[in-house]
């Protein structure tokens, strides 16, 4: 794979870098495992929060605009990885705090990345496959459109905001990012406990399909990014093949050595959840990386048992 050093940095043979990355939601899920990957090839991370309380915490507040420019100085790269949860039922509020979670905070980040006089190098901001139109019963690359409903649009306002960076000289690659399994939350936290009272089971007709990721696979996913210059614009942050919510919950259940019989309901989720339900675990979405499967990414986990049975070890300290 090719690779660049950036200004005034390299990229040893022992895949270290040495260089600055700021970057928001590095307190989440995902941004705590991009964290810990990147801090192990040698890198320094900043983080932006709106509590600071660390040395290496740098304070904003997208629902203000609030960000001081001169904090990003000496970064060499932006990483922006926002996002309120989308999980619950849908309100008018819920609706407006998922968009805004996203707009703004990367509007805020990628507007103050232009005002700079030596901007970072490369701005790397993830987005979500719900880019993507769901229930066609087709497979999308990065060159598929875009779909209907909340969450496509939300998507295509969030990757708005970074594309003010296309015409500056900051490369900007923006990760369409598929369900992130992990040890540390996310869906495998919320389906353990259920499966491991042996009442877990395939959602609705379980002939949806999904696209996954596991947490490690991301973060190296975005390490990369930093360094290859070939990762720009749109890039499918998902394991090769996507996998049927029916064959995920009996490749859970293995895993724990449980049944995964009991099905949820449809009907149950469409009452309780609305549109949420729709759009997510009732939906047929497959999307398939077509860049990195020909850049030919060293998946770590590119089958979902294996990385199940990574995951779930790692959980078992936290289980009930």
């Not at 049944?259 to 609305?274: D, E, K």
Request: glycine letters at 10%; one cysteine or more; aromatic letters at 6%.
């Amino acid at each position: 794979m090719r690779q660049c050093g950036w200004e005034g940095k390299t990229l040893t043979s022992g895949n270290t870098n040495h260089g600055t990355v700021l970057m928001s939601g590095g307190t989440g899920t995902i941004g705590t495992a991009v964290t810990a990957e990147l801090r192990s090839r040698g890198m320094t991370v900043r983080i932006l929060t709106r509590r600071p309380r660390e040395a290496h915490h740098v304070a904003w507040n997208p629902d203000e605009g609030m960000l001081d420019p001169r904090e990003l100085n000496g970064s060499d790269a932006v990483i922006n990885l926002p996002g309120a949860p989308i999980d619950g039922r849908w309100t008018s509020a819920r609706r407006a705090r998922i968009r805004d979670s996203r707009v703004r905070s990367t509007e805020l980040l990628a507007r103050t990345v232009l005002r700079l006089d030596t901007p970072p190098r490369v701005f790397i901001s993830a987005s979500a496959i719900n880019f993507y139109p769901i229930d066609t019963g087709s497979e999308y690359d990065e060159s598929g459109p875009s779909g209907e409903g909340f969450l496509a649009s939300v998507c295509r306002d969030w990757e708005g905001a970074a594309r003010v960076l296309e015409d500056s000289p900051v490369r900007l690659a923006v990760l369409r990012i598929g369900v992130v399994l992990s040890a540390a939350g996310g869906v495998v936290a919320k389906l353990r406990p259920i499966f491991r009272k042996g009442a877990g089971g395939p959602v609705g007709s379980g002939r949806q399909r999904m696209s996954w990721i596991v947490d490690s696979d991301l973060a190296a996913i975005c390490a990369t990014a930093l360094a290859d210059e070939r990762y720009t614009g749109p890039i499918n942050a998902v394991a090769p093949r996507p996998i049927t919510n029916a064959a995920f919950a009996r490749a859970f259940g293995r895993v724990l050595k449980r049944p995964a019989v009991l099905p949820a309901p449809a009907f149950a989720l469409r009452l309780i959840y609305g549109q949420m339900a729709e759009e997510t675990v009732l939906a047929d979405n497959a999307v398939v990386p077509g860049k990195l499967l020909a850049w030919d990414f060293p998946y770590r986990y590119p089958e979902l048992e294996p990385a199940l049975r990574r995951i779930l070890s790692e959980d078992r300290g936290n289980s009930t």
